[in-house]
C-alpha cells in the first residue's frame, strides 16, 4: 500500500460538476489501495473575486486580515470536495493549513513554511479516511495567525505535506498532460517529458515555465520526494520529476537538452555611463536589493579606456521596473552615472538540459539557429545546465522555435536521439 | 470605560459599502471611550449561495463538511470589516469561533456553547485593539472539528462572548428600531418597547417574534447580561431587555401586556379516537420525542363516555408535520386510534406581559376582543405571563390588531397607560 498525496488546482475544482469529478478520481485512487491525501486550491475564480472586495473595502488591506479572507477560498473547495467523496462512499476529512499543522513564519501573503506537523492528517489516515488539506495557507508559528504562502503555494503546501507524511509520491495535476519540450501553444511539434530531474524542473521554472513553482520543485528535491505531474482529465502517465531521472528503471539515454523554456515577463535596464571605479556596481545593486527588487541577468561592458565610463545592464520582472528606476533615480547624483534606458520588449528564451555538460558546441548550435531565423541576441547567461539569452520580445517564437528543432527535440525528430544514441 | 459587544447581522454587512458604514459605528464607538468587540454574521446571501453549492454537490453532506463549508461565510465578513475598520484608522483583528475560544459540543450545525475561554480576544483588547469575532461558529472540545450553532448562533456568540468578557452590554444590531408591541406590518399603531424583561422576551421569541432568538435571550438571563437591540440605520436608543425592566431608573409604571406576538409557522395534528387508558397518551408523545419533534400546545377532549375514547390536539412546527404523521401511523395498530386530522392553516397569537400576574381578567379582555373582529379560537395555552390562542390562519392579522388594541398597546392610547396608571 503507498501513501499518495494529490494535488488540485482552482480550474480542476471550478464548479460542482468539477468537484464531482475530481472526487472519482480520488476514490479510484484509494479504491487501488493507496492511503490518499488531497491539497486543493481555491475554485476557479474565488481568489480574484475575494481580492475584488478587498479591493472595494480597503485601497491598501492589513496582510493578515487579507490572509483570513483569502484563506476562506479553500475551506469552501476542501469542504465540498469531502462532501463529494462521501457521496461515493467514502469517509473524507477537510482540514485547514492550521489543522494540518502548517506551520509558518509571519510574513502575510508570502509565509515561509517552518515546520509540518500532520498528526490529525497521520490520524485520519489510519482511519482509513481520505484526507483533504488546504491548499496555500498555514498557520504562523510566533502569532498563531492564519497565513498565506503567496504564488506557488498550494504546490508548495502539496509538497512539503507529502515529505513529511513520508509519501510515496506527489501528484500534481494540471490542465496539460505533464511537462513539454517547450510551450506547445509556440511549437506544436513539442513533445511531453517522460522524467526529468529537479535541477532541470528547477531550471525550466526559473526560466518561464509555469506548470511547476520554483519552490515547489526546491522543496521536492531537498527531500527527494517524486513529483508526478499529471492531466485531471486523462489518466495517462504525466511527467516524473525525479533526482535522477535516466538511471531508475528507465532505459533511455540522456537527451542533450530536455526543454526549450521562455518568459516574457521580464524588462531590461540599462545604466549608462557608470563610471569605471570599484563598488559602482555593488552601489547600484545594493540600492535594487533594498527595495527588494529581484534581478535576473546582469551585463557589464567593458569600459571604454576613452571616457572611463561603462554600461550596465540587467534584467528584471516588468512588475518591479517602476520601483526599479525611481530607486536608480535617487543614487544617480552618488554614481555620477550618464542616463537610464529601459525596455520591456524583451524576450528570454533557455535550453535547459543536464545533458550538455558533456556535450561540448551546444551554444554554437543554438547561437546558429537563432541566427538562421534572423533572431539578434541582446544578453547572454549560463549556468551548468542551461543557457538563457534575451532577445526581442517578437523574436521569442522564432527562437523557441527553431533551438527545438536545432537540439533534435521535435516529435519527428525524437526517435533518432532517444533510440539512437547520436552524440551530435 | 465600558466594554461593548456589538453584533450585526448579515443585512447589516450585506456589501463592501455596508460594511464601510458598520466600520464607522464601530470606530465611533471605540473613540466614545469604549473598549469594542464585534460580533458579525456572514454576509447577505452568502450562507445561502454556500447552501446552494453544497446541494450541487451532495443531497446529504455530513454535518462536520457543512459546517467547514458555512464557517467560511462570517471569515469574509470579518476580515472585511477588519479592513474597513484599519481604513479608518484604528486597529482591528479578526478572529474565528475557534480562535475566540467559542467551545462547543460536537454537534455539527447545531452545537451548544460549553465554554468560552477568549483569551486572545482580551488580548486584543488590552492592546487597544478593537476585535471582530465570527458568529454563529465555535469548535468542538472533544474533536477539535469546527462547528456552527444553528439558528439564532451569531446572536448567542455575542452574548456568550459578552458575559465571559463580563462586557457591560451586548448591543445587538438589526434592520428595526428595536423591539415592538406588535409587527408593524400587521399593527400600524405598534410602538417600540423601550425596556422589556428577559422573561417577557423569551415567551416573545418562543411565541414568534423573529427579532431575538430564545436561545441568546436564556443565555443572557444567566448571566444578568443587558442586550441593548437596537437599528443599524440610526442611532437612536432601540429596546433594552433587562432582568427588572420598572425598577431600573425608569419612572414607567409596568404595563399589563407588553405585546402582542404571532406565528404563522406551525400545523395542529389531531389524533382521533384515542382508547381512554392509562399510557395512552405518554406512547403517542413518547414516539413524538423519539422522532425529535418539539410539540407547542397539547389539548386533550373531555373522554366520551359512551364510546371510551378520546381527541388528542398538538401543534408543532410546519416542517416537522411530515415526520410526525409517518411516526403516528407506525403506532396506529399498536394505540389503537381511528385516524389522524391535519391541519396548517392555523396561526397563534400570544399576549406578554409580567403585568398580567397582577391583573384579572385579561383573558376574559383578551377573548372578548377576539370575539367582537369574529375570529374563533380553537386552542388555549397560558403561562404566568403570556396567554397563547390558535387561530384560523386567516383571523390572526384581526386577531393581533384587536388584541393591540384591546390592551391599549396603540401609540394613540399608550400616553393614558404609561402615565396615568390606569389599573384596567
Redesign the interface.
Same mark, same amino acid.
Given at each position: 500500500m503507498a501513501l499518495v498525496v494529490q494535488k488540485y488546482g482552482g480550474s480542476s475544482v471550478a464548479? =460542482?460538476s468539477c468537484? %464531482?469529478r475530481v472526487a472519482q478520481r480520488i476514490v479510484a485512487t484509494k479504491k487501488a489501495g493507496n492511503d490518499v491525501v488531497v491539497i486543493v486550491s481555491a475554485m476557479g475564480d474565488t481568489t480574484d473575486e475575494?481580492l475584488d $472586495?478587498?479591493e *472595494?473595502? +480597503?485601497?491598501l488591506?492589513?496582510g &493578515?486580515?487579507?490572509d483570513? $479572507?483569502l484563506?476562506?477560498?479553500e !475551506?469552501?473547495s476542501? =469542504?465540498?470536495l =469531502?462532501?463529494?467523496i462521501?457521496?461515493l462512499g467514502h469517509e473524507? !476529512? +477537510?482540514f485547514t493549513g492550521s *489543522?494540518a499543522g502548517v506551520i509558518t513564519d509571519s510574513t502575510h501573503g508570502k509565509a515561509r513554511i517552518i515546520d509540518v506537523t500532520p498528526s &490529525?492528517i497521520r490520524e485520519a489516515i489510519d482511519q482509513g479516511r481520505i484526507a483533504i488539506v488546504a491548499g496555500f495557507q498555514g498557520v504562523s508559528q510566533d502569532t %498563531?495567525d492564519i497565513t498565506t504562502l503567496g504564488r506557488g503555494g498550494s504546490d508548495t503546501t502539496a509538497v512539503a505535506l507529502a515529505a513529511a507524511l513520508q509519501a510515496d509520491v506527489c501528484e500534481i495535476y494540471t490542465d496539460v498532460d505533464g511537462v513539454f519540450t517547450a510551450d506547445p501553444r509556440i511549437v506544436s511539434a513539442a513533445r511531453q517529458i517522460p522524467r526529468i530531474s529537479y535541477d532541470e524542473m528547477m531550471e525550466m521554472a526559473a526560466c518561464g515555465s509555469k506548470i511547476l513553482h520554483l519552490r515547489c520543485v526546491e522543496y521536492a528535491r531537498r527531500f527527494d520526494l517524486p513529483i508526478h505531474v499529471r492531466s485531471s482529465f486523462s489518466t495517462k502517465e504525466g511527467t516524473w520529476v525525479v533526482s535522477d531521472p535516466y538511471t531508475e528503471g528507465t532505459e533511455m539515454e540522456q537527451p542533450i537538452i530536455s526543454g526549450v523554456a521562455h518568459d516574457r515577463s521580464e524588462a531590461k535596464i540599462t545604466v549608462v555611463g557608470v563610471p569605471d571605479k570599484v563598488g559602482e556596481a555593488a552601489s547600484i545593486f545594493k540600492t535594487l536589493a533594498d527595495a527588494e527588487i529581484n534581478i535576473d541577468m546582469i551585463v557589464q561592458n567593458v569600459s571604454a579606456a576613452a571616457t572611463g565610463r561603462t554600461d550596465i545592464s540587467f534584467t528584471l520582472p516588468t512588475a518591479d521596473a517602476q520601483t526599479a528606476l525611481t530607486s536608480l533615480k535617487k543614487i544617480q547624483a552618488q554614481i555620477g552615472y550618464e542616463s537610464l534606458l529601459f525596455d520591456d520588449q524583451i524576450g528570454k528564451v533557455s535550453l535547459i538540459g543536464a545533458g550538455m555538460r558533456s556535450h561540448p558546441g551546444v551554444t554554437a548550435t543554438f547561437f546558429a539557429a537563432l541566427a538562421d531565423v534572423g533572431v539578434n541576441i541582446e544578453m547572454i547567461s549560463t549556468s551548468e545546465i542551461r543557457i538563457s539569452v534575451i532577445v526581442g520580445q517578437d523574436g521569442v517564437d522564432a527562437a523557441v522555435t527553431a533551438a527545438h528543432r536545432a537540439f533534435s527535440l521535435d516529435a519527428d525528430q525524437v526517435e533518432a536521439v532517444v533510440y539512437g544514441g547520436s552524440g551530435r
Amino acid at each position: 500500500m503507498a501513501l499518495v498525496v494529490q494535488k488540485y488546482g482552482g480550474s480542476s475544482v471550478a464548479d =460542482a460538476s468539477c468537484i %464531482k469529478r475530481v472526487a472519482q478520481r480520488i476514490v479510484a485512487t484509494k479504491k487501488a489501495g493507496n492511503d490518499v491525501v488531497v491539497i486543493v486550491s481555491a475554485m476557479g475564480d474565488t481568489t480574484d473575486e475575494l481580492l475584488d $472586495l478587498a479591493e *472595494q473595502v +480597503s485601497p491598501l488591506p492589513p496582510g &493578515r486580515e487579507l490572509d483570513m $479572507l483569502l484563506t476562506s477560498g479553500e !475551506r469552501i473547495s476542501m =469542504a465540498l470536495l =469531502a462532501m463529494a467523496i462521501a457521496n461515493l462512499g467514502h469517509e473524507a !476529512r +477537510s482540514f485547514t493549513g492550521s *489543522q494540518a499543522g502548517v506551520i509558518t513564519d509571519s510574513t502575510h501573503g508570502k509565509a515561509r513554511i517552518i515546520d509540518v506537523t500532520p498528526s &490529525r492528517i497521520r490520524e485520519a489516515i489510519d482511519q482509513g479516511r481520505i484526507a483533504i488539506v488546504a491548499g496555500f495557507q498555514g498557520v504562523s508559528q510566533d502569532t %498563531k495567525d492564519i497565513t498565506t504562502l503567496g504564488r506557488g503555494g498550494s504546490d508548495t503546501t502539496a509538497v512539503a505535506l507529502a515529505a513529511a507524511l513520508q509519501a510515496d509520491v506527489c501528484e500534481i495535476y494540471t490542465d496539460v498532460d505533464g511537462v513539454f519540450t517547450a510551450d506547445p501553444r509556440i511549437v506544436s511539434a513539442a513533445r511531453q517529458i517522460p522524467r526529468i530531474s529537479y535541477d532541470e524542473m528547477m531550471e525550466m521554472a526559473a526560466c518561464g515555465s509555469k506548470i511547476l513553482h520554483l519552490r515547489c520543485v526546491e522543496y521536492a528535491r531537498r527531500f527527494d520526494l517524486p513529483i508526478h505531474v499529471r492531466s485531471s482529465f486523462s489518466t495517462k502517465e504525466g511527467t516524473w520529476v525525479v533526482s535522477d531521472p535516466y538511471t531508475e528503471g528507465t532505459e533511455m539515454e540522456q537527451p542533450i537538452i530536455s526543454g526549450v523554456a521562455h518568459d516574457r515577463s521580464e524588462a531590461k535596464i540599462t545604466v549608462v555611463g557608470v563610471p569605471d571605479k570599484v563598488g559602482e556596481a555593488a552601489s547600484i545593486f545594493k540600492t535594487l536589493a533594498d527595495a527588494e527588487i529581484n534581478i535576473d541577468m546582469i551585463v557589464q561592458n567593458v569600459s571604454a579606456a576613452a571616457t572611463g565610463r561603462t554600461d550596465i545592464s540587467f534584467t528584471l520582472p516588468t512588475a518591479d521596473a517602476q520601483t526599479a528606476l525611481t530607486s536608480l533615480k535617487k543614487i544617480q547624483a552618488q554614481i555620477g552615472y550618464e542616463s537610464l534606458l529601459f525596455d520591456d520588449q524583451i524576450g528570454k528564451v533557455s535550453l535547459i538540459g543536464a545533458g550538455m555538460r558533456s556535450h561540448p558546441g551546444v551554444t554554437a548550435t543554438f547561437f546558429a539557429a537563432l541566427a538562421d531565423v534572423g533572431v539578434n541576441i541582446e544578453m547572454i547567461s549560463t549556468s551548468e545546465i542551461r543557457i538563457s539569452v534575451i532577445v526581442g520580445q517578437d523574436g521569442v517564437d522564432a527562437a523557441v522555435t527553431a533551438a527545438h528543432r536545432a537540439f533534435s527535440l521535435d516529435a519527428d525528430q525524437v526517435e533518432a536521439v532517444v533510440y539512437g544514441g547520436s552524440g551530435r
